[in-house]
């Protein structure tokens, strides 16, 4: 069990921008950035014994701010869209980045994915991240101070805790943007992954994917993954809400208790012998199959070409702000925003069961 600092770059006023890694006694890896506090390596083991970074980024800090689709970073204040890029807390009507189509704020403009963090070792096997977001950054209220936590164990679980608490009333809903790819970085595309999702019921989105903010079942739907079904089998059904997103990427309401932490997802890759299991308190989760890649070059110079990776957003739902019957994320001034979310990596054998 190890940490270790090395240095990744500067950001563009100068500032150091470090890679921690942590290395567990099986030899599995996280490499974590102070740059969004974001995932930039994960090394696992395969079948054959072999490692296999499962996880799409890039190889420097220029390439992060000028290139990316959020591989990796921790997002927030409020990851996800808000339609109409405003909301209301009160009488008072908040207008917000609008940096999707003019329209919607997507991923909060980007506010924590692409800051720099502070960092430090708080265990053999574990990294705190810090940062403090300014009241009114991105037209979210609050100066809010956020920690993320990183720690992989021997399991080979990687644990992410996340705190966050402002010193006004907010709206708060912290994820990681990790892309994964269970054949490894560069080895094609996620359709031949088997998916799994602890959910009977998703939320159904618009032509702008904002939810109607109504669940529904996904009984008889594309959307029925709660026994593991091949990506590619029904990605490109002829579906109204397929159509809309141009493949799967949409919120499911993840079954059991909110603030349990419970399985969410099991992904499983027959090829490397890699399943991941997936757990969270969250009340959903964004299963998004890296529709818009569209080959961007990234670690090695190796293209990120369309569903290439797949992300598991651990998250509130999307555009909660503005939907009454969506689980809250809205916290009073003081109040502590708390959430956990495991990836639990095995290699052909061992196995949790997501159900
Ligand atoms: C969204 C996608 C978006 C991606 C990158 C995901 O969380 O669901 O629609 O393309 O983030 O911004």
């Known amino acids: 069990m190890s940490v270790e600092r090395i240095p990744f770059g500067l950001m563009p006023d100068g500032r150091k921008v ?23 390596s994960f090394i696992a083991k395969d079948k054959n014994g072999e490692n296999l970074d499962v996880l799409l980024g890039f190889d420097s800090v220029e390439d992060y701010l000028e290139l990316s689709d959020y591989q990796g970073a921790t997002v927030g204040p409020v990851a996800n869209r808000i339609g109409g890029a405003s909301f209301d807390i009160g009488a008072k009507h908040y207008e917000l980045v609008a940096n999707e189509k003019d329209v919607t704020c997507l991923h909060s403009g980007g506010e924590f994915s692409f800051a720099l963090w502070n960092a430090v070792v708080v265990d053999s096997d574990a990294v705190e991240f810090g940062y403090t977001s300014p009241d009114g950054q991105g037209g979210f209220p609050g100066e809010t101070s956020v920690k993320v936590i990183f720690s992989l164990k021997d399991d080979n679980k990687l644990t992410i805790k996340y705190e966050a608490v402002s010193d006004r009333d907010t709206f708060i809903n912290l994820t990681n943007h990790a892309y994964f790819n269970l054949k490894g970085y560069g080895n094609g595309t996620i359709l031949d992954h088997t998916m799994q999702i602890n959910a009977e019921k998703y939320t159904p ?59 969410c997802a099991e992904t499983f890759c027959a090829e490397s012998g890699i ?13 998004y199959a890296g529709n818009f890649l569209n080959g961007t070059a990234g670690k090695k110079g190796v293209p990120m070409e369309k569903r290439s990776g797949f992300c598991l957003e651990t998250q509130y739902y999307p555009d909660t702000p503005n939907k009454p019957d969506f689980p809250q994320c809205f916290f009073k001034a003081g109040e502590k925003y708390e959430s956990e979310t495991v990836y639990g990596f095995h290699t052909a054998g061992g196995s949790d069961n997501a159900q």
Not at 209 to 215: A, D, E
Not at 229 to 250: A, K, S, Y
Not at 275 to 287: A, H, I, S
């Open 18 to 40: 470090y890679k921690y890694i942590i290395t567990n006694n099986n030899e599995y890896s996280v490499h974590i950035l102070t740059l969004g506090a974001t995932l930039n």
């Open 205 to 263: 989105v618009d032509e702008m994917s904002i939810p109607y903010g109504r669940n529904d079942s996904v009984e008889g739907t594309p959307f029925d993954f709660r026994k593991p079904v091949m990506i590619g089998d029904r990605i490109d059904d002829d579906n109204e809400q397929l159509n809309f997103t141009g493949g799967f990427d949409h919120n499911f309401c993840v079954s059991g208790e909110i603030g349990e932490l419970r399985p």
């Open 275 to 287: 399943k991941m299991n997936v757990y969270t308190t969250l009340p959903g989760v964004q299963f």
